[in-house]
């Protein structure tokens, strides 16, 4: 049987062309500052984005989480979206790594706007926590890969300045958003105190994110990686993954976003699905009729893996381990849904 795994970009697996360059990687102790292709890999990522310096880390959790520490003091408070993955999947880490509180607004789709932004600024009175950060997401995870644009950021990124807030941007799929809008990376740097990028999500790399910034913050983002305890020795092999990815995996996210767009219109069509948010990139969001959980069975039935994001709501994510005859499929079974 025909099987396909919709959970999420993170279950591929290192390419045959990306299993070599990780054998080949020529590695040293990083804790040193000697792994030549961890060094390597962070001047390339800066470089794209039109940043500094970066630094390599095991996950998208401990760049943010660094980030937010570089950023913030403790009694400082932080604006985010409320479907924030910094704030819904870390853990609480805001809290617990930062000592930081979190003001949670109502974007469209996770998306937030200056104006959404500017009153929750809290005023110079020592009764309120210190506003000193705000977290964009983009794409958005639980906005199902739901974008902005530059254009959108820009005012944003004013105001911050404006009120002497940093920026920094979770940018877990940040390349499926540029896919999607047209953007440029390089011109991304001037926007952002720091932007965090992962490797292991639709870029197919089996682990690790950098954290993006100047370079002063990214000395200090490492004795912080350090009390994380994520200093990492001979990581090069890893690294070498993520150089690949960069190289070979960012122009075909037009692929993935073609699928999406191919499930979300056979969704459209089935009576077993009252509601499908438009599909910008790599994740498909549904409504269904019946509880989530019985049309997950089903569709487990028929070898489709997928998770719900709520009692009637399912998300499919597109990824490089999914080739056409796998669409085909789904939308096969989509068709015969009731
Ligand atoms: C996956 C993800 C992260 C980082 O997750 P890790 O599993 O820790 O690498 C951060 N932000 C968003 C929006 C994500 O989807």
Excluded: W
Excluded at 138 to 164: F, M
């Amino acid at each position: 049987m025909t099987t396909v795994d919709l959970r999420s970009d993170t279950v591929t697996k290192p390419t045959a062309g990306m299993l070599e360059a990780m054998f080949n990687a020529k590695v040293g102790d990083d804790v040193f500052g000697e792994d030549e292709t961890i060094n390597l890999l962070e001047q390339k990522a800066a470089d794209i984005f039109g940043m500094e310096a970066g630094i390599y880390c095991p996950s998208g959790t401990m760049t943010n989480q660094i980030a937010i520490k570089c950023f913030t003091q403790p009694l400082d408070e932080l604006i985010a979206d409320q479907t924030a993955h910094v704030y819904r999947y870390e853990g609480g880490g805001i809290a617990f790594n930062s000592g930081v509180s979190t003001r949670l607004l109502n974007g469209y789709r996770g998306i937030l706007t200056a104006e959404m932004i500017e009153p929750e600024i809290n005023a110079d009175n020592i009764h309120y926590p210190h506003t000193s950060l705000v977290v964009l997401e983009n794409t958005v995870n639980k906005g199902g890969g739901s974008c902005y644009t530059l254009d959108q950021i820009k005012p944003i990124a004013e105001l911050c300045k404006a009120k002497g807030l940093k920026l920094h941007l979770d940018g877990a799929r940040i390349f499926n958003a540029l896919a999607y809008t047209g953007d440029k990376a390089a011109d991304y740097g001037k926007y952002f105190n720091g932007i965090s990028v992962c490797l292991s999500k639709g870029l197919g790399a089996p682990v690790g994110s950098v954290l993006l910034a100047d370079r002063d913050t990214i000395k200090y983002a490492r004795r912080i990686r350090k009390v994380l305890g994520g200093g990492m020795r001979q990581a090069g092999f890893l690294a070498a993954a993520g150089i690949y990815a960069l190289d070979h995996h960012v122009e075909r996210l037009k692929i993935d976003h073609a699928h999406a767009q191919i499930l979300a219109d056979a969704l459209s069509k089935s009576s077993a699905v009252t509601n499908v948010l438009p599909a910008e990139t790599n994740i498909v969001l549904f409504d269904t009729v019946e509880p989530a959980e019985a049309v997950l069975q089903k569709l487990a039935s028929q070898g489709i893996q997928a998770m719900s994001t709520d009692k009637h709501r399912i998300r499919f994510v597109l990824h490089l381990d999914v080739h056409p005859e796998q669409i085909e499929h789904v939308v096969s079974i989509i068709g015969s849904l009731v």
